[in-house]
């Protein structure tokens, strides 16, 4: 069978995955290049390949040309439409969406041959389910999805920043029992771990083995079915993180993009100063390219208290040390801070914790 040549559109961690993923699993498959609306912050070369603006790129082919060359989508699911709209004004109607399952199990067969990061699919189906409690991060800004999904039984929604005005859009508030809710403008989702960690961790009740905790978003969740809770107790699970994504040239660079220089050396003090074995690593992890995204996870619940008795605290310190500090701006920068956080902290618990992975499913 003859396969067309390939161009991928977009530029960042989904594309970047996915180039990487088909290069290994397809070598055969000649990927052209990355596209992209506009060349922007973008990089001109990514993995070795050249980023192109698809208008510019699209004129330098013939009708036979395009006829011949597929185009994967490979951006966040709520551009997809847009882009397919540009794709076709270009003569390039042969374009497929990677959405975010299917990245995932693109990601999960790359991620089982590099024996990378092992998919919680990996593992046979056990016989003892765990109790589950997932928290949804809601807030009352939030677009309405455009299509209707049912919520598996095990999330549970919770509004983040409810301190912060008088809408409700959950039944459950992070502004309850004790919290930092008014803190959401720069803490995001994590105003609603901080609420698990201080309003069920501690709550008394099933602990141990069979129990587990976690958090995902309005738009996006862990993808999990029946048969993966099966997996938990079973092969004794610590925690199921996102598949990580990929990032150049790695990602303390990455971060940087989003972080003042003023706000990372706070990071780099804090962790210094609270956790100074993890400020050991830091150096090592922050140059190695895969990256914890989106502050979701699951994780069994000593575990999860665990790493919210470790985060919350230099969090908390970073504060103290960013310029402006942190009760004196409203730019969401401690929400970047805690993904960098995930990362390290599982990073360097990754041969003391069995740790899974699942696609984070994006709502559209």
Same mark, same amino acid.
């Given at each position: 069978?003859?396969?067309?040549?390939?161009?991928?559109?977009?530029?960042?961690?989904?594309?970047?995955?996915?180039?990487?993923?088909?290069?290994?699993?397809?070598?055969?498959?000649?990927?052209?290049?990355?596209?992209?609306?506009?060349?922007?912050?973008?990089?001109?070369?990514?993995?070795?390949?050249?980023?192109?603006?698809?208008?510019?790129?699209?004129?330098?082919?013939?009708?036979?040309?395009?006829?011949?060359?597929?185009?994967?989508?490979?951006?966040?699911?709520?551009?997809?439409?847009?882009?397919?709209?540009?794709?076709?004004?270009?003569?390039?109607?042969?374009?497929?969406?990677?959405?975010?399952?299917?990245?995932?199990?693109?990601?999960?067969?790359?991620?089982?041959?590099?024996?990378?990061?092992?998919?919680?699919?990996?593992?046979?189906?056990?016989?003892?389910?765990?109790?589950?409690?997932?928290?949804?991060?809601?807030?009352?800004?939030?677009?309405?999805?455009?299509?209707?999904?049912?919520?598996?039984?095990?999330?549970?929604?919770?509004?983040?920043?409810?301190?912060?005005?008088?809408?409700?859009?959950?039944?459950?508030?992070?502004?309850?029992?004790?919290?930092? $809710?008014?803190?959401?403008?720069?803490?995001?989702?994590?105003?609603?771990?901080?609420?698990?960690?201080?309003?069920?961790?501690?709550?008394?009740?099933?602990?141990?083995?069979?129990?587990?905790?976690?958090?995902?978003?309005?738009?996006?969740?862990?993808?999990?079915?029946?048969?993966?809770?099966?997996?938990?107790?079973?092969?004794?699970?610590?925690?199921?993180?996102?598949?990580?994504?990929?990032?150049?040239?790695?990602?303390?660079?990455?971060?940087?993009?989003?972080?003042?220089?003023?706000?990372?050396?706070?990071?780099?003090?804090?962790?210094?100063?609270?956790?100074?074995?993890?400020?050991?690593?830091?150096?090592?992890?922050?140059?190695?390219?895969?990256?914890?995204?989106?502050?979701?996870?699951?994780?069994?619940?000593?575990?999860?208290?665990?790493?919210?008795?470790?985060?919350?605290?230099?969090?908390?310190?970073?504060?103290?040390?960013?310029?402006?500090?942190?009760?004196?701006?409203?730019?969401?920068?401690?929400?970047?801070?805690?993904?960098?956080?995930?990362?390290?902290?599982?990073?360097?618990?990754?041969? $003391?914790?069995?740790?899974?992975?699942?696609?984070?499913?994006?709502?559209?």
């Amino acid at each position: 069978m003859l396969l067309m040549d390939l161009a991928i559109f977009g530029a960042q961690a989904i594309a970047l995955g996915a180039y990487e993923a088909i290069h290994h699993l397809c070598p055969e498959r000649k990927i052209h290049c990355f596209l992209v609306t506009e060349q922007g912050n973008n990089t001109e070369y990514c993995a070795g390949i050249p980023v192109l603006e698809l208008t510019a790129f699209s004129a330098g082919l013939s009708v036979s040309e395009k006829e011949q060359l597929q185009i994967l989508i490979a951006t966040p699911e709520d551009v997809m439409q847009a882009i397919e709209a540009s794709l076709d004004a270009c003569g390039l109607t042969c374009h497929v969406r990677l959405t975010s399952l299917r990245w995932a199990e693109l990601m999960g067969y790359y991620y089982v041959q590099n024996r990378l990061y092992m998919p919680i699919l990996a593992l046979p189906v056990g016989y003892h389910p765990a109790g589950v409690h997932i928290f949804q991060a809601r807030f009352h800004k939030d677009k309405p999805l455009s299509s209707t999904y049912d919520l598996p039984a095990w999330i549970t929604p919770i509004q983040v920043g409810a301190a912060l005005c008088e809408k409700r859009v959950a039944d459950i508030v992070d502004c309850s029992g004790e919290n930092i $809710s008014e803190k959401n403008v720069n803490y995001s989702e994590l105003t609603a771990l901080y609420w698990i960690w201080k309003n069920r961790l501690s709550a008394s009740g099933t602990q141990g083995k069979t129990e587990y905790y976690g958090l995902s978003h309005y738009r996006r969740i862990l993808e999990l079915t029946e048969e993966d809770l099966l997996r938990l107790v079973d092969h004794q699970v610590d925690v199921v993180l996102p598949y990580p994504m990929p990032y150049e040239p790695d990602i303390e660079a990455h971060h940087r993009r989003y972080l003042k220089k003023e706000d990372w050396n706070a990071v780099l003090r804090a962790v210094l100063e609270l956790q100074p074995d993890y400020a050991d690593a830091f150096p090592g992890i922050l140059k190695q390219r895969f990256l914890y995204n989106y502050n979701i996870l699951l994780a069994r619940k000593d575990v999860l208290a665990d790493y919210c008795s470790w985060l919350f605290p230099i969090l908390e310190r970073v504060e103290q040390y960013s310029v402006p500090q942190g009760w004196n701006r409203k730019d969401r920068y401690i929400g970047y801070v805690g993904e960098t956080l995930e990362t390290l902290y599982f990073m360097y618990h990754k041969d $003391s914790l069995r740790i899974a992975h699942a696609g984070c499913r994006f709502l559209t």
